[in-house]
């Protein structure tokens, strides 16, 4: 809409009911709208000001304003940007559950040790920065975290507990390194969480 209509509307106190016949157009039950005012706008009226407020915390209706023909082709662009990356990283998504949510085969289920380092598999899919690759390998050498986390308390010392896993080597011959096998061993050996929270 241009600056002048939404001024009369403003001023009419009838923006509220314009923007929920336009709400009402749309078969989306929660859907959102961005209304574009071209021309200028006292964005520093109280009156303009309490009634984007207004829009935004009962309708989530926002507000851009804009001055130009370029700057409303770089808002479209924008927007068409937005909706692009929010598509991706819902593919994204859709495929990160998918594989995290594998599992077991059935036959697999009576065997406590199968369903130990499945479960240990799925956890490891959380950790921060951990590579595939990597969780493979933990996975290869440690298959039981419970284990894991017996040998870890009873190491002589953290440090030697950590080397011992940052020794860990991938199948590309990488070692898996100091900063993972820190998170690893606090993971399994923190009492209250405190130390993954600050390490």
């Known amino acids: ?57 009962k309708r989530r209706i926002q ?11 770089y808002l479209i662009a924008q927007l068409h940007r937005a909706l692009a990356k929010h598509d991706k990283s ?24 199968v369903f130990i380092r499945d479960w240990w598999g799925k956890m490891l ?3 921060h920065r951990l590579s595939e690759e990597q969780r493979r390998a933990i996975l290869r050498h440690h298959p039981n975290p419970f284990v894991l986390m017996d040998q870890l308390i009873a190491a002589p010392s953290p440090t030697a507990a950590m080397k011992g896993l940052a020794d860990i080597v991938t199948e590309a ?10 998170k690893i061993y606090f993971m399994l050996t923190s009492v209250d969480g405190q130390h993954i929270l600050t390490e």
């Open 1 to 57: 809409m241009d600056a002048h209509s939404l001024s009369e509307l403003i001023s009419s106190k009838t923006l509220p009911s314009y923007l929920d016949s336009i709400l009402n157009q749309y078969p989306v039950p929660d859907a959102r709208l961005t209304v574009i005012v071209y021309g200028k706008v006292s964005a520093r009226n109280d009156k303009v000001t309490d009634c984007f407020l207004e829009a935004f915390e």
């Open 63 to 73: 507000f851009r304003l804009i001055e130009s023909v370029d700057d409303f082709a």
């Open 125 to 127: 899919l959380y950790m």
């Open 173 to 182: 011959g990488r070692r898996l390194g100091p900063v993972l096998a820190q």
């Open 90 to 113: 819902k593919d994204g998504e859709s495929k990160a559950v998918f594989s995290a949510e594998k599992g077991m085969k059935p036959e697999d289920a009576s065997s406590s040790d």
